[in-house]
């Protein structure tokens, strides 16, 4: 058992030897990322509490082992938070938050996937994650425009309408989804 605990300890120190900067930055920025996640989705009185220390602990899962489930469970943590928020605390869903909670799970997301294929002791130019970071806030922007429209949209339609109109977009991305799955089968 000791032999263990030493062979992986000086596992660690070699890797850690050999890290570079900018895949170290990667990670601590999957970390912060779903820090900020979670800071924004769980209740203030419980982040002032004894549980911040085990959110930062969930949050930093995808910053040391990016390639496995960290990020599922980052943001599975972040989903129970916000659905204890609003039903338990009786938070008012505001805009902002929504917003702010959606952009910061896309970005661990998408960071955490960056990770996962940088090796941490790559030499990488930092136009590599600078173009990946472009890439995600041109999304987010895109999202946050199509939400508030949506929203707005709302208003205006209500009733029946809407109710037809939210049906037949959950058809099809239902059924997106489903050919999408068949597709991957295949190959």
Known sequence: MLTSITARAGRLRKVLSRA??????????????????????????????????????????????????GGTAVALTAVAGWLLDTA?????????????????LYLAHTLTALAAVLPIDSIVNLDVPGLWLGRAAVVILISSVLIVLALGLTADLGGSAFQLATLVGLAGATAVTVLLARMARRE
């Open 20 to 69: 570079t900067a900018v895949p170290i930055i990667v990670r601590f920025s999957v970390w912060l990322t779903g820090l900020l996640a979670l800071g924004v989705a769980w209740p203030a009185p419980l982040l002032a509490s004894r549980y911040a220390g085990m959110l930062a602990l969930i949050a930093l899962w995808p910053a040391l082992a990016p390639a496995g489930r």
């Open 88 to 104: 338990g605390f009786d938070a008012e869903v505001a805009l902002w938050r929504v917003l702010a909670l959606a952009a910061l």
